[in-house]
């Protein structure tokens, strides 16, 4: 139950697109089209912004968007504002029956 | 509007215990699959625990198997996590996570209740 590899932190200035990585195994990211992605400002519980790895909620900006190939998800957030400074975690179901979550990504508009 | 309240928690020693609770309103409670996920000081989000609709399928991280104990109660609709032989590990908020009915992510989540476990 190794977490996903995520980069710590990325960055881009108001306007601009960013895409956040998210890697796993055959056995999490790789072998479902399960994974999730997060997002959590500083003290805030986390809010699902994509699922079933493309899919958005209700009520989410079309700025953001996923996609999978192998054992990689990404995250693309498009037309970044300053309201999407924040913490992004990706998760995946397992093989396990369970869940693993990303270590996060700490994402600075500039 | 959906609403989960966790509660619970605050500061034990090691080899302690702690139950959490998680009041559950604003949905069918006993239609979903339901979480705890916790989150280290400065760290990242870590699943604990799930638990079928009716408590008959309880799955567990490994680092907490044992230990932990997820439960729920229906007629009260809440959410239960008996944690044992506390570590300084065990250190995290605990969040209560609403899994969607028949998906694989967790579409409301509670504020958090914290848990410091230190002598």
């Known amino acids: 139950q190794s977490a996903l590899t995520q980069p710590a932190s990325v960055s881009g200035s108001p306007g601009q697109s960013i895409t956040i990585s998210c890697t796993g195994t055959?056995?999490?990211?790789?072998?479902?089209?399960?994974v999730s992605w997060y997002q959590q400002h500083p003290g805030k519980a986390p809010k699902l912004m994509i699922y079933d790895v493309s899919k958005r909620p209700s009520g989410v900006s079309n700025r953001f968007s996923g996609s999978k190939s192998g054992n990689t998800a990404s995250l693309t957030i498009s037309g970044l504002q300053a309201e999407d400074e924040a913490d992004y975690y990706c998760s995946s179901y397992t093989s396990s029956s369970t869940w693993v979550f990303g270590g996060g990504t700490k994402l600075t508009v500039l | 509007e959906v609403q989960l309240v966790e509660s619970g928690g605050g500061l034990v020693q090691p080899g302690g215990s702690l139950r959490l609770s998680c009041a559950a309103s604003g949905f069918t409670f006993s239609s979903y699959w339901m979480s705890w996920v916790r989150q280290a000081p400065g760290k990242g989000l870590e699943w604990v625990a799930n638990i079928k609709q009716d408590g008959s399928e309880k799955y567990y991280v490994d680092s907490v198997k044992g230990r932990f104990t997820i439960s729920r109660d229906n007629a009260k609709n809440s959410l239960y996590l008996q944690m044992n032989s506390l570590r300084a590990e065990d250190t995290a908020v605990y969040y209560c996570?609403?899994?969607?009915?028949?998906?694989?992510?967790?579409?409301?989540w509670g504020q958090g209740t914290l848990v410091t476990v230190s002598s």
């Open positions: 055959s056995s999490d990211v790789g072998g479902y089209n399960y």
């Open positions: 996570a609403r899994k969607g009915i028949a998906a694989r992510h967790f579409d409301y």
